[in-house]
DNA sequence: TAGATACCTTATAG
DNA sequence: ACTATAAGGTATC
C-alpha cells in the first residue's frame, strides 16, 4: 500500500477527523480496531478508520486514515490525497462558513465544542439506503446495519492480508430478497431499500442527477425513491450532492428549533426548513445543523435545558 | 391537504 | 424482572 500524509493545518479551520466520521454524516468508515463509534475514542482521537473506494478505473480500493496531530496519514493501493479533500471536504473554509453561520450562542458553542469537524461527501447510493435505514433509528444501530450490508453483501478486495468488503452494488440489493435484508436488522426499511435500489438499477432513477439541480428540486426529485421523505432527501443532498444549504429536520433540530428557534416552527417541513435555513445561515446552513446535531446529541442535558 | 397510526427491532428509562 | 417509550421517519389511510 502506498502511504502519504496531508498537513491539515493547510485548510483554514483544521480538521477533526474523528468527529467528522462520527458524527452521524457517514456510516461508510469502520474501525479496524473492531471499536464501532466511541464516544470519545478510546484511543484518543488518533484511531484508524477505514472504508473502501471505487478509483477512476472503476476498482474497488481500500482506504485507512488516522489523525495524528496536525497530520491526517493515509494507506491505499492509490493516490488517495484527492479523494480524502473531496470526501472530507477539507477545502471548505471553516472560519468563512462558521462566520456565515447564525450569530447565536447555542451555535457558537457547538462550534467551539469541535472545531475541525466538517461536512463529508460520501457516494450517493450508500447514502441513499444508509439514511433510508436512519428512520427511528440510532445512530449507534444505523452504522451496525451498514456494517452487516457490506459484510454479507459488498464486494471483497484483499490487500496485505486484510479484507476489505465495499457497498453493495444497487443490483445486487435489489436482487437480495426482503427477509434476508430483514434478517440483517433493516426491520420494515427492508422493502424500501430493495425498490429503491431496484429503481436505480434499472435506471428508472438516478439519484445523481439531484447534485446538478437546485436544493429544493433536489429535495423534492429524491423524494420519489421509497421509504425516502423530506428528512432523508435533505440527508442525501447534504451528505453526498454538495447541496451545503439543506437542513434535515430531524428529532435533534427539531428540539433545538423549539428550544432557540420557536418562530421558525411553522408546522409543515417546507416552511419550517426555509425558515430555520435563513436562520442558521442560508447556503451553508447545514454546516450549523451538523455541528448543532452532534452538540446536543452529546450534551449532557436537553436542548431545552440549554435555552 | 392536514392529521393519525402502523411499522421492525433494540436499548434504556421507569 | 417487566412494560413503556423512544430511536437522525415514512407510507398509508
Not at 484508524?48 to 496536525?70: F, I, K, M, N
Request: glycine letters at 8%.
Amino acid at each position: 500500500m502506498d502511504s502519504g500524509r496531508i498537513s491539515v493545518g493547510d485548510f483554514p479551520g483544521g480538521l477533526d477527523l474523528q468527529a467528522t466520521i462520527e458524527s452521524g454524516q457517514t456510516y461508510l468508515w469502520w474501525r479496524p480496531d473492531g471499536e464501532t463509534y466511541a464516544e470519545p475514542a478510546p484511543s484518543g482521537g488518533d484511531a484508524w478508520y477505514a472504508t473502501t473506494h471505487e478509483t477512476d478505473d472503476g476498482q474497488l480500493r481500500p482506504l485507512r486514515v488516522r489523525q495524528r496531530g496536525s497530520a491526517l496519514e493515509w494507506e491505499a493501493p492509490f493516490d488517495a490525497a484527492p479523494v480524502l479533500e473531496r470526501r472530507l471536504r477539507l477545502t471548505d473554509d471553516l472560519p468563512a462558513i462558521r462566520a456565515a453561520s447564525a450569530d447565536d450562542p447555542v451555535v457558537e458553542r457547538a462550534y467551539d465544542a469541535f472545531w475541525g469537524m466538517r461536512l463529508v461527501e460520501e457516494p450517493v447510493f450508500p447514502t441513499l439506503v444508509t439514511f433510508i435505514c436512519s428512520a427511528q433509528m440510532r445512530v449507534e444501530r444505523i452504522f451496525r446495519m451498514q456494517m452487516a450490508l457490506r459484510r454479507e453483501l459488498g464486494p471483497a478486495v484483499t490487500v496485505d492480508g486484510t479484507t476489505y468488503h465495499g457497498y453493495p452494488s444497487p443490483t445486487t440489493v435489489a436482487a437480495t430478497s426482503e427477509a434476508e435484508l430483514r434478517d440483517l436488522g433493516l426491520g420494515y426499511r427492508a422493502p424500501y431499500v430493495r425498490e429503491t435500489a431496484r429503481m436505480v438499477a434499472e435506471g428508472e432513477v438516478d439519484p445523481g442527477a439531484a447534485r446538478s439541480q437546485s436544493y429544493e428540486t433536489a429535495r423534492d426529485f429524491l423524494t420519489q425513491f421509497v421509504g425516502v421523505g423530506d428528512k432523508v432527501a435533505d440527508c442525501v443532498c447534504l451528505f453526498a450532492l454538495d447541496h451545503l444549504e439543506a437542513v434535515p429536520l430531524d428529532t435533534w433540530i427539531r428540539k433545538a428549533i423549539a428550544a432557540f428557534y420557536p418562530d421558525c416552527d411553522h408546522g409543515n417541513y417546507a416552511d419550517t426548513s426555509r425558515a430555520i435555513r435563513d436562520r442558521l445561515g442560508g447556503d451553508v446552513a447545514g454546516y450549523a445543523q451538523t455541528y448543532l446535531f452532534h452538540y446536543l446529541r452529546h450534551a449532557d442535558e436537553e436542548p431545552a435545558a440549554l435555552a
